[in-house]
Nanobody, 125 residues
């Protein structure tokens, strides 16, 4: 069954850390790029981070670069998002996605065909 399942969201104080995980229980997406997007209330969904299928190329939005790290473990069929130095502006529902973007399209949601259900991250000030 082709699905992505996120976990790890929650409530954290500003300056704290969280690690999100995205599982691929059907072992369907190992040769897909994986990404994280987020959507805050009243705002459009925005790109956060992406990683190619081999795990040797990563992409980050300017707002999270140097604070977040995306990793994948193809043996375990998981991708994670380590989030440090969180601030209230990081509050959003975080979505994991899988797709096959071209090299210049990793940041575009249009190139990801499979999405998880999302996990809520709330950062209090």
């Amino acid at each position: 069954q082709a699905q992505l399942v996120e976990s790890g969201g929650g409530l954290v104080q500003a300056g704290g850390s969280l690690t999100l995980s995205c599982a691929d229980p059907g072992r369907t997406f190992n040769n897909y790029a994986k990404s994280w997007f987020r959507q805050a209330p009243g705002k459009a969904r925005e790109f956060v981070a992406a990683i190619n299928w081999a795990g040797d190329n990563t992409y980050y939005s300017d707002s999270v670069k140097d604070r977040f790290t995306i990793l994948r473990d193809n043996a375990k069929n998981t991708v994670s998002l380590q989030m440090n130095s969180l601030n209230p502006e990081d509050t959003a529902v975080y979505y994991c996605a899988a797709g096959r973007p071209t090299s210049d399209k990793f940041t575009s949601a249009l190139w990801y065909d499979y999405w998880g259900q999302g996990t809520q991250v709330t950062v209090s000030s």
